[in-house]
């Protein structure tokens, strides 16, 4: 079903966005994997046309720059211009502090990524999508996007907006075949933490005593909207890892329940 169809995947470097890669790699898909770290995409590249023998093209993209995202798309070779699957996966977030503690730097950085970045990158694709009548927009929120936890502030609001550009999304899209779906994880273990704290030990901390969800879970369930058949539109998976109870609630071996996780 997925079979040389064309996915472009941002934030394939790390996490969830190279899981993607390799749940859609096993499935025959082509795949344009993006992030800014160019050498790590290579790589991954490499590793992907090895085992999955599937043509893989990796580009430099960093989706705050909107003429760098233009000029990337308009660029592409004519064999990969007509993208089946959009995957809009790049974020971050950094620190977890009350909002009269935090860096504006920061908050642009979290805003330009997770919401201007995403807008960015579905203006510059959809365009193609609508005018050959086929195509699927997979946005990765957050369970940050449906809840408010302590120091969670700038990002739970860059995940609510990108719930809302979801939502008006399918509204803007009526009349088209295109779908537009949105994945909402829990806690996933990824270099999330480590770019958010900037502290390698205290994000490993973070994920003791409990069992996070993988980035595989993930792309499974990321796959699993893409494989539905052309009237089936997935509109939001939410996933937890068993041992988290809401989003800002996860239990601890040992421990009781422990409520402002992220702090
Ligand atoms: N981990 C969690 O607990 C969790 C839970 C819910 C939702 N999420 C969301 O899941 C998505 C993936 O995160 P992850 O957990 O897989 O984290 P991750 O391992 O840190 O991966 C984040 C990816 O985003 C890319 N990225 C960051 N800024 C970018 C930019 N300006 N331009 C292009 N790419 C950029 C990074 O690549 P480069 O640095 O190479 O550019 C990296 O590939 C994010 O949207 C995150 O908000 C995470």
């Known amino acids: 079903m997925l079979k040389n169809k064309i996915v ?17 790699a ?9 992030a800014r770290r160019l050498d790590r995409l290579t790589e991954l590249a490499e590793n ?46 950094h620190d977890t502090k009350p909002l009269q503690e935090g860096s504006p730097t920061d908050w642009d950085t979290v805003i330009d990524t997770n919401f201007k970045g995403l807008l960015y990158v ?8 609508i005018a050959r009548g086929a195509g699927h927009i997979i946005n990765i929120g957050s369970t940050a996007g449906r809840a ?18 979801t939502h008006c999304l399918r509204i803007d899209l ?12 829990g806690i996933t273990r990824s270099e999330f933490n480590e770019v958010r704290w900037q502290d390698k030990a205290r994000a490993d901390a973070f994920y003791e005593g409990f069992t996070p969800l993988a980035p595989e879970d993930i792309a499974r369930s990321v796959v699993f ?4 058949p ?34």
């Open 8 to 24: 472009f995947i941002t934030g394939a470097s790390s996490g969830m966005g190279k899981a993607c890669a390799e749940a859609f």
């Open 26 to 34: 096993a499935l025959g898909a082509r795949l344009i994997i993006t």
């Open 48 to 93: 992907l046309r090895t085992h999955h023998a599937i043509d893989v093209l990796p580009l430099a993209l960093d989706i705050q720059d909107n003429i760098m995202i233009n000029q990337v798309v308009d660029s592409l070779p004519a064999s990969w211009k007509t993208i089946d699957i959009l995957v809009n996966n790049a974020g971050l977030a």
């Open 122 to 129: 579905t203006r510059a694709i959809l365009p193609s999508m």
């Open 148 to 165: 408010y936890y302590a120091g969670g502030n700038v990002y739970c609001a860059t995940k609510h907006a990108v719930k809302a550009i």
């Open 174 to 185: 009526a009349g088209t075949p295109i779908r537009v779906s949105e994945v909402d994880p």
């Open 225 to 228: 909207c893409a494989i539905q």
């Open 230 to 263: 052309a009237h089936v539109n997935i509109a939001e998976i939410m996933l937890f890892p068993t041992d988290q109870n809401a989003p800002s609630m996860v239990t601890r071996k040992g421990e009781m329940p422990e409520a402002g996780v992220l702090r």
